[in-house]
T-cell receptor, first 117, second 109 residues
């Protein structure tokens, strides 16, 4: 497929479990972003990769959140010891250029809905 | 972040015109995007403004005033399928996007 894909689409975890969310960006896209979207809210920035380099992780809410993109394509967002407040939709977006370029449309994946019980 | 404000919800009638406003902090501004998001789906790109003025794309237009920190999305000839949330997003300092909370638009027959 030509778009951004994410897996799983839905994840239910018990409080305290670790989860891993995967993002497959559009092939050749340099930039990759992770966002957290709570119900009824807009997406909130978590972290940004330019190729394999994580250039900005200022939005990660705690040290339980970790993201990687080791080969500059697929990315994984890992949440350790999940808490109920982590329940949200996690969106991944990719763009063709690096983030420092003015016009840089982001293409979003369908998201992973995480529910922590 | 960056105080991006837009109305929570709006209702309009099929065939009508609706304007969704967005205000934002101007410091560090590098561009403004509008996205459409249907419930349970990913946001999809609608428009981009970086210079003052109106950008028109079919039934959708977007306006920007950089000095006022203000934008609006104008939807004409509303259709039922336009019922969705509309997200205003601002690029700051070339490397960070901040989204508003979204405006839920209800189109009624």
């Amino acid at each position: 497929g030509a778009g951004v894909s994410q897996s799983p689409r839905y994840k239910v975890a018990k409080r305290g479990q670790d989860v891993a969310l995967r993002c497959d960006p559009i092939s050749g896209h340099v930039s990759l972003f992770w966002y957290q979207q709570a119900l009824g809210q807009g997406p909130e920035f978590l972290t940004y990769f330019q190729n394999e380099a994580q250039l900005d992780k200022s939005g990660l809410p705690s040290d339980r959140f970790f993201a990687e993109r080791p080969e500059g394509s697929v990315s994984t967002l890992k949440i350790q010891r999940t808490q109920q407040e982590d329940s949200a939709v996690y969106l991944c977006a990719s763009s063709f250029k690096e983030a420092g370029v003015s016009y840089n449309e982001q293409f979003f994946g369908p998201g992973t809905r995480l529910t922590v019980l | 972040g960056q105080n991006i404000d837009q109305p929570t919800e709006m209702t309009a009638t099929e065939g009508a015109i609706v304007q969704i406003n967005c205000t934002y902090q101007t410091s560090g501004f590098n561009g403004l995007f509008w996205y459409q998001q249907h419930a349970g789906e990913a946001p999809t790109f609608l428009s981009y403004n970086v210079l003052d003025g109106l950008e028109e794309k079919g039934r959708f237009s977007s306006f920007l005033s950089r000095s006022k920190g203000y934008s609006y999305l104008l939807l004409k000839e509303l259709q039922m399928k336009d019922s969705a949330s509309y997200l205003c997003a601002v690029l700051y300092n070339f490397n960070k996007f901040y989204f508003g909370s979204g405006t839920k638009l209800n189109v009624k027959p």
